[in-house]
């Protein structure tokens, strides 16, 4: 994988290619709203932290004095994994944009606080690519280990989220692993 932080050029994907490799497809992820049945569960978790922290705040409150306050930050970090959990998938694809070129895929991305960013990941005889078919497909062809709280790891699917032309894009996907691109 090649991570560029750099912007993007004005010519699209063309500063980004190796001698020979051209692109093949490119597209935009679908950037209607839709909630994975996981971030329902995160949701979840953070109105109960959300709630926990106004019902602390109320009680500290009756103690008298301005201790209530500490209860803010809690209160706005529960309501704050609440709704990034509903809302950050919509919001990252719509700023997403896609490629394929014949010898890689690419992630570009722009958001805020972290900027532009260009992921690529080769695609060989050994990537595992799979298809979720429907009117809006997932075409998933790597994943990366991730660290989450207390040293866990998780695994995420890395791929081409919410295409309408997911078959296709596979189909091409497998294409470039024969190279017949």
Do not use: C
Request: aromatic share 14%; net charge positive; hydrophobic share 45%.
């Amino acid at each position: 994988m090649t991570a560029f932080t750099r912007s993007q050029p004005r010519d699209g994907w063309s500063a980004y290619l190796d001698p020979g490799e051209r692109i093949i497809w490119h597209g935009r992820p679908d950037g209607g709203f839709y909630v994975r049945p996981m971030n329902w569960a995160v949701a979840a978790i953070g109105i109960v932290f959300a709630g926990f922290a106004l019902f602390w705040m109320r009680v500290a409150a009756e103690a008298g004095g301005g201790f209530w306050a500490f209860g803010l930050l809690h209160f706005a970090v529960g309501i704050g994994i609440a709704v990034g959990a509903i809302w950050w998938g919509s919001f990252k694809r719509r700023r997403s944009w896609y490629a394929l070129s014949n010898a890689r895929a690419f992630i570009a991305s722009e958001l805020p606080l972290i900027g532009r960013r260009l992921k690529s990941w080769p695609i060989t005889a050994d990537t595992p690519i799979t298809l979720d078919d429907g009117a809006l497909s997932n075409v998933w062809f790597a994943s990366e280990t991730r660290r989450g709280s207390k040293g866990r790891s998780y695994t995420v699917k890395i791929g081409f989220e919410r295409i309408r032309d997911g078959r296709e894009v596979y189909r091409l996907m497998r294409k470039v692993q024969r190279g017949q691109a």
